[in-house]
T-cell receptor, first 110, second 115 residues
């Protein structure tokens, strides 16, 4: 079973504050984890990734944390901006396939 | 264009009809993927091509679904005898070589509505 779960369907955050998006996964093989962002009527676009040999990767306002013992992945956005409002998908890469979570809709209020 | 192109962007069809969805990947990308997103749900893997071969067809929901790729380029996803539960956004993506840690570049999708 290679499920990837995002248990929060939506999240609302005030502009300037931190957004924390969470993702849980099963299995513990060597994998690669990615976050994608999707605006309405557009395809998902790559945001940030992390290899399972690391526990943190940072790119500007975006940081991904990987807790292998808890099989938990999180994306931190700080400071959040209204343009960050979108659906965020975590994905787990194994072999040639990406398995996506159900997505979390982030709303950043001005 | 430089991105992944999908056509049509919207398709409305009657139950029982066949539909064909097209994907033009980024030039030179050997790996091509089809995903489906039903309303309010996540991305569901359908099929993966490496070149013109499909080593993984495990995600195709039923034998009404088929896909092919020619010239290591264009791919078509065909749904025969469409059903209402086939209504979804069908997304195509490509990557350079199909390695796990490569970014996927997605098209904007085809919104399929089966009446």
């Amino acid at each position: 079973d290679q499920q990837v779960k995002q248990n929060s369907p939506s999240l609302s955050v005030q502009e300037g504050r931190i957004s924390i998006l969470n993702c849980d996964y099963t299995n513990s093989m060597f994998d690669y984890f990615l976050w994608y962002k999707k605006y309405p009527a557009e395809g998902p676009t790559f945001l940030i990734s992390i290899s399972s040999i690391k526990d943190k990767n940072e790119d500007g306002r975006f940081t991904v944390f990987l807790n292998k013992s808890a099989k938990h992945l999180s994306l931190h956005i700080v400071p959040s901006q209204p343009g960050d409002s979108a659906v965020y998908f975590c994905a787990r890469g194994a072999g040639n396939m990406l398995t996506f979570g159900g997505g979390t809709r982030l709303m950043v209020k001005p | 264009g430089a991105g992944v192109s999908q056509s049509p962007s919207n398709k409305v069809t009657e139950k029982g009809k066949d539909v064909e969805l097209r994907c033009d990947p980024i030039s030179g990308h050997t790996a091509l993927y089809w995903y489906r997103q039903r309303l309010g749900q996540g991305l569901e893997f359908l099929i993966y091509f490496q070149g013109n071969s499909a080593p993984d067809k495990s995600g195709l929901p039923s034998d009404r679904f088929s896909a092919e790729r020619t010239g290591e380029s264009v791919s078509t996803l065909t749904i025969q005898r469409t059903q209402q539960e086939d209504s979804a956004v069908y997304l195509c993506a490509s990557s350079s070589q199909g390695f796990t840690n490569e970014k996927l570049f997605f098209g904007s999708g085809t919104q399929l509505s089966v009446l």
